[in-house]
């Protein structure tokens, strides 16, 4: 079965060239040239993949982004754009994307990160029907010296005080708290977290970090988020160190 993408891009040749790519390698693709039109396609139809300018007329692409994940949908996105800085990559992935591409771009790279985002669908889709809700898969709270996570409703206290985190926040606190002690890698974090494989930048994991910190950490006298120099992050209370 073939798997079908939306390259949702204005430029019309980048736009070709990516559908003759991506239908040479056994892709159904279909092409939207405007956020507008992208997001009526994104939300009309079912696909597997969706390929998502930011720099859009009518709509923009990190608008398009939102308001598909408002729906719920968790379809595998991948942000293409010039723009480079860590700010620009974090507000993205924030948003919900998956993976992030600076112009110009190798499509070689560009697509082994397509067939690893459907590898890793795939898998979560299984995991889902494994372990969906109810089936005992899944803790649904996790206490950590006066921590609190119900995954269930994604509400987070510490020491009775509600915590607003964001989506990409709160999975990252999850992974971490819900492996207390064990250090975790960077790579690791954002295979795992954001959904991709490590190809040469981790900063964006560091700047989570620090924003966990500031809201999860800041103002106790018990730090729960430590870093190991050279390895990684993990999450363990005060009287168990490791």
């Known amino acids: ?3 079908s993408i939306l390259v949702i891009e204005d430029e019309n040749k980048i736009a070709r060239v990516l559908q003759l790519e991506l239908e040479h390698e056994g892709y159904t693709v279909h092409c939207a040239k405007n956020g507008r039109d992208g997001l009526d396609a994104a939300l009309e139809q079912e696909w597997d ?4 300018d930011i720099m859009l007329p009518k709509l923009n692409g990190l608008e398009v982004l939102r308001r598909i994940r408002q729906q719920g ?3 595998p996105i991948i942000l293409l754009t010039a723009r480079d800085t860590v700010p620009d990559r974090v507000s993205g992935l924030d948003q919900g994307a998956n993976d992030y591409m600076t112009k110009p771009f190798a499509i070689e790279e560009l697509l082994a990160r397509i067939r690893n985002l459907l590898r890793m ?3 979560n889709l299984q995991s889902q029907t494994v372990d969906g809700p109810g089936s005992g898969g899944q803790q649904d709270e996790i206490q950590i010296d006066g921590l609190s996570m119900n995954i269930r409703t994604r509400q987070v206290k510490r020491e009775s005080q509600a915590i607003e985190l964001t989506t990409k926040e709160f999975d990252l606190l999850y992974y971490l708290a819900s492996r207390p002690g064990e250090v975790m890698s960077r790579e690791q974090i954002l295979s795992q977290v954001w959904g991709y494989e490590f190809i ?10 620090r924003y966990l910190r500031q809201k999860i950490d800041q103002g ?3 730090k729960l988020i430590h870093t190991l120099r050279g390895v990684g992050y993990l999450v363990k209370d005060g009287e168990n160190p490791k």
Do not use: C, E, R
């Open 1 to 3: 079965m073939k798997h």
């Open 49 to 52: 993949l969706i390929l998502l």
């Open 73 to 75: 949908s968790q379809i």
């Open 121 to 123: 669908s795939a898998t």
């Open 200 to 209: 040469g930048d981790t900063n964006v994991v560091d700047v989570y970090i």
């Open 220 to 222: 106790y006298p018990t």
